[in-house]
């Protein structure tokens, strides 16, 4: 995920590193120092932040925007429906965007959302005072499933995955559940489409790497060559219900692991360096903070964080 500009921008703190010289000040990357965790760790709960409805729901797609982090907020009722909230520097929290239909969420160069819309089965962007349009709406004439997690290439590229979790949350969809592949023109290509349910999608440091994992409990990469992703390779097997995922600014992966209440940090080889637990399931991660060095994770409910000693992506 260059800030490759998660994943969020969009793969990874050194491809935002390679941006620094044109991104504006506001999205310029901290320099990357420090190591990766190791052993086993505990996230905190933020405790200002509570669930802002009646219905069950998760927080999804964290993204560090400036001095604040921005999330989606969405309930299993019918449409699944989602908002987009904001924690502050200040510790307060407050919607940043109503009737969003969001899942992931991602930072692009001009300091723009890019948003995964279950509502719309499309990825739109949002200006930070509300204005929104669409960037990539249909594959084949064809509307997408419930777009879910993002990641942008240094180029503008974007890539993002297509589960049906929420497909219900408006009609039509592919026939199949995808990883598709936005260029910078706007033309939709499918990077794979042989993965039931792929989630978390990151870019590697140098952007030419694709990681992906899915409910097949594996983490692929698929290495880009002249911008083009080519066949998967497992990296990482065994996964239990991986959702989102980011990385540092080394490349290491910090892949979250739904329903056993983890987070394990692995090297861009594939090698497991950490397990950071929370205390209930959890859905994605970004790095943030003044220094860049705070991992936030969002879940059922609940968001936690945890400082560490190396700079990370920022979705």
């Not at 925007?65 to 921005?70: E, F, G, S, W």
């Not at 489409?193 to 594996?218: F, H, Q």
């Not at 998967?232 to 979250?256: F, I, S």
Request: net charge neutral.
């Amino acid at each position: 995920m260059p800030y490759a500009v998660r994943t969020r921008p969009a793969a990874a703190l050194m491809s935002l590193l390679l941006l620094s010289s044109v991104l504006p000040d506001a999205l310029a990357a901290p320099a990357c120092t420090g190591q990766a965790p190791s052993g086993e760790l505990t996230a905190q709960r933020i405790a200002a932040v509570q669930p802002s409805r009646k219905d069950p729901g998760l927080y999804e797609g964290a993204v560090w925007v400036k001095d604040a982090l921005y999330f989606s907020d969405f309930s299993f009722g019918p449409g699944f429906p989602s908002r987009i909230r904001k924690l502050g520097p200040d510790g307060s929290v407050s919607t940043a965007f109503e009737d969003s239909g969001s899942n992931g969420l991602a930072i692009d160069a001009q300091g723009r959302l890019v948003v995964a819309s279950h509502k719309d089965k499309a990825l739109m962007r949002y200006t930070l005072d509300g204005k929104r349009s669409p960037v990539a709406q249909r594959y084949q004439g064809q509307v997408f499933n419930s777009p879910n997690d993002i990641a942008i290439a240094a180029d503008g590229t974007i890539y993002f995955t297509d589960p049906d979790y929420q497909k219900t949350a408006a009609p039509g969809g592919q026939p199949v559940t995808g990883i598709y592949r936005v260029a910078t023109d706007g033309k939709v290509t499918l990077v794979d489409g042989s993965r039931k349910n792929p989630n978390g999608i990151a870019l590697s440091p140098a952007g030419d790497v694709l990681y992906v994992n899915a409910s097949d409990g594996l983490l692929k990469a698929y290495p880009i060559v002249n911008g083009v992703p080519g066949q998967g390779r497992d990296l990482v097997k065994g996964l239990a219900v991986a959702d989102g995922m980011t990385l540092d600014c080394h490349g290491n992966l910090y892949v979250t692991e739904h329903e056993v209440k983890r987070v394990r940090v692995f090297s861009p080889q594939g090698k497991e360096l950490a397990t950071i637990r929370v205390d209930a399931n959890v859905t994605n991660a970004a790095f943030g903070g003044p220094d860049g060095k705070t991992l936030y994770l969002t879940g059922a409910g609940a968001l936690w964080q945890i400082p560490l000693q190396v700079t990370g992506a920022p979705y």
